[in-house]
């Protein structure tokens, strides 16, 4: 089956400092990346589209100065969180989507800032 | 907006069917989905169902949908102890192929 992978899977950053996080889909091309944000014991919440070439889609209230989104490639997507809080901390998922509108998740990075 | 709404605690016995249920708002969607979340990890996919489809078969799996009234359930037979996780239900419309998902139903199998 599709797998993505996600880089680093666990960091520890201090406060006020950027953490960039990688997702990427091996062996299949992903038109579309999605990145959600999970907090313990909850639903996931999409933070983000992106397609590969343009300019993120942020969700309401998500701050796109904050979460820098690029999709560099068909097979690439990065989340970067700047100037992070403690707040900030939490499980970050991407997933790809193929244009049959299939969508494969990442194993997840676990954020956290002191 | 789209919503999808789950219960959110099942326990079964090992050896035992569960029936998982999950319910949505957007006559729209065109792709319904399970996903399993075990813990500290990802999402797994476990079986997606076309809207125009009513059930999908899958080795120990069985998806139901009922259109009318919106109603997705996943049901695991023989559950097994390996089963214990979170299982998500997740609605796929023609928004820019984005998916809602459920909170979650957290599956505990008892042995």
């Known amino acids: 089956g599709a797998v993505v992978s996600q880089h680093p899977s666990w960091v520890i950053c201090k406060s006020g400092t950027s953490v960039k996080i990688e997702c990427r889909s091996l062996?299949?091309?992903?038109?579309?990346m999605f990145w959600y944000r999970q907090f313990p014991k909850q639903s996931l919440m999409l933070m983000a589209t992106?397609?590969?070439?343009?300019?993120?889609?942020?969700e309401q209230g998500v701050e796109k100065d904050k979460f820098l989104i690029n999709h560099a490639s068909l097979t690439l997507s990065t989340l970067t969180v700047t100037s992070a809080h403690p707040e900030d901390s939490s499980f970050y998922i991407c997933?790809?989507?193929?244009?049959?509108?299939?969508?494969?998740f990442g194993p997840g990075t676990r954020l956290t800032v002191t | 907006g789209e919503d999808v709404e789950q219960s959110l605690f099942l326990s079964v016995r090992e050896g035992d069917s569960s029936v998982i249920n999950c319910t949505y708002t957007d006559s729209s969607s065109t792709y319904l989905y399970w996903y399993k979340q075990e813990p500290g990890a990802g999402l797994q996919l476990l079986t997606y169902i076309f809207s125009n489809m009513d059930m999908k078969q899958d080795q120990r799996l069985t998806v139901l949908l009922n259109k009318k009234d919106k109603h997705l359930s996943l049901r695991i037979a023989d559950t097994q102890t390996g089963d214990s996780a979170i299982y998500f239900c997740?609605?796929?419309?023609?928004?820019?192929?984005?998916?809602?998902f459920g909170d979650g139903t957290t599956l505990t199998v008892k042995p």
């Open positions: 997933s790809g989507g193929t244009v049959s509108y299939e969508q494969y």
């Open positions: 997740a609605e796929k419309g023609t928004n820019a192929g984005k998916s809602t």
């Open positions: 062996d299949f091309q992903a038109t579309t």
């Open positions: 992106s397609n590969e070439g343009s300019k993120a889609t942020y």
